[in-house]
């Protein structure tokens, strides 16, 4: 995930980023995501979760929880988001926020909206919510069709219109694929009239019930038409819209160089990605699963590095440090690609097609002939990020 406007500009997320990039120049956990349950009351026909009504048979306990957020504040996680499934399914999902205020940890709620009322949406500001991030895949008959349960694009409408009455930002995400792409534009204009702040818009992710589905992706070319439409967004100086980009890292510099090629000053972007590249496996960003497992990214559910139950944060932090100090690979080398270190592919990708984690992005947008533009120092150089912490034995401290 990468906020653009965020990252290249001043964002409506610049707090929050700001805590997480210290903390990943730190080596620290820059951002947790949580899948605190993969129960759904939903089906949807995509979903990499493959989330239905059951729970994992080794679900964290209620108590494991809480003590799991209490760890979560004293390592100086700032920002947790959580998910699922349906988050808002599990039993203890209030005693978890709660938790997590007292923590002074920043949560956003991934949820599909279905059980926010008014009366949930005034409960969630008192809990100290300041975004959610809900899902919408285009018109009302189709969003229906997709998640399985009619009626829900109306209640997703009602729900997006209770929070932001209740002054909770609002994230309109949706999962790009060939059946999403004719709506698209439409799903962006909606996330601007309904005063969402920001669309996350994720390139389809082959797991769970998409698994298998590699030509329902959308083209290079319809990646490059999108990214052409956010540069233009960005460069409307009325316009003020967040675009969150995941699991297709190179439209991040296939659109600096669109800035650049525009005269647009790239640099406090460019020095980001030097610490949080464009794909952040790696680079601070932790992932949960509900029965604790520890993973480099929630899109690929079966690559864990281990269980919270039996390491600290800090030994996880370490963990998903370690993949910083491996090289992606093929096309995504740094002798092959300038701009490795900066974007890196998607790690979960190559993990699902080849079962090697650092193999190359065969979904880059990027021609291979083509002049790169932005200006990256000695891309061959095995430059790490400056967030990897020491590698000898017992650490730098
Ligand atoms: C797994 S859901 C969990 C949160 C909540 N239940 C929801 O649907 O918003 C998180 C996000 O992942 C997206 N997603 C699910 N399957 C996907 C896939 N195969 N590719 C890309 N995004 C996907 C969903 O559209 C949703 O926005
Ligand atoms: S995408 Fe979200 S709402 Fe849909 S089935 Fe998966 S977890 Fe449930
Ligand atoms: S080749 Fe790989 S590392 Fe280079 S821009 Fe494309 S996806 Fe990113």
């Known amino acids: 995930m990468a906020h653009v406007r965020t990252l290249f500009f001043d964002g409506p997320l610049a707090e929050s980023e700001n805590k997480a990039f210290r903390n990943a120049q730190l080596g620290r956990p820059s951002d947790v995501i949580w899948n605190i349950t993969n129960r759904c009351n939903l089906l949807c026909d995509h979903c990499y979760m493959a989330a239905d009504g059951h729970a994992l048979p080794d679900q964290l306990t209620d ?5 799991i957020v ?4 004293e390592a100086g996680v700032p920002v947790v988001f959580l998910s699922g499934g349906e988050p808002m399914m599990r039993s203890n999902f209030w ?4 938790e997590i205020n ?59 219109k209770a929070l932001r009455a209740e002054g909770i930002g609002v994230v309109l995400k949706t999962a790009l694929s060939k059946d999403t792409w004719p709506y698209i534009f439409d799903i962006i204009g909606m996330a601007k009239d309904l005063d969402c702040g920001m669309v ?5 992710i082959t797991a769970g019930r998409s698994e298998g589905g590699d030509d329902s992706r959308v083209s290079v070319e319809q990646w490059r038409e999108l990214a052409d439409y ?3 967004d960005m460069l409307d100086p009325e316009m003020k819209f967040e675009y969150d980009i995941g699991a297709i890292p190179s439209v991040i510099p296939y659109i600096a160089e669109q800035f650049i090629a525009n005269g647009v000053d790239v640099s406090k972007g460019l020095e980001r990605l030097k610490t949080i590249s464009a794909c952040p496996v790696g680079k601070g960003h932790m992932n949960l699963n509900s029965a604790g497992g520890i993973m480099p990214c929630q899109f690929a559910q079966d690559w864990v590095v281990g269980n919270i139950r039996e390491m600290s944060f800090a030994e996880a932090t370490e963990a998903l440090y370690q993949i910083d100090l491996e090289e992606s690979e093929g096309q995504c080398a740094p002798q092959a690609c300038e ?35 932005i200006p990256v120092a000695d ?17 730098c401290g």
Not at 63 to 67: A, G, H, K, P, Q
Not at 200 to 204: A, N, P
């Open 63 to 67: 108590e494991e929880t809480i003590e």
């Open 379 to 395: 891309p061959q150089s095995a430059h790490r990020s400056p967030s990897a912490p020491c590698a000898a034995p017992g650490g």
């Open 95 to 98: 005693e978890i926020l709660e």
């Open 230 to 232: 956010i540069v233009r």
């Open 339 to 373: 701009y490795s270190r900066i974007c890196r592919g998607c790690r979960a990708k190559a993990w699902q097609r080849t079962g090697d984690a650092m193999a190359e992005d065969v979904t880059c947008i990027l021609h291979p002939g083509e002049q790169r533009t």
């Open 102 to 160: 007292k923590q002074g940890v920043r949560p956003t709620v991934s949820t599909n909206c279905t059980m926010i009322t008014p009366e949930v949406a005034k409960r969630l500001a008192s809990y100290g919510v300041r975004w959610i991030a809900t899902s919408v895949y285009g018109p009302a008959e189709f969003h229906d069709a997709m998640v399985g349960v009619p009626g829900t694009h109306e209640r997703v409408v009602g729900a997006i």
């Open 70 to 73: 209490h760890r979560m504040g």
């Open 200 to 204: 996350y818009i994720c390139d389809l």
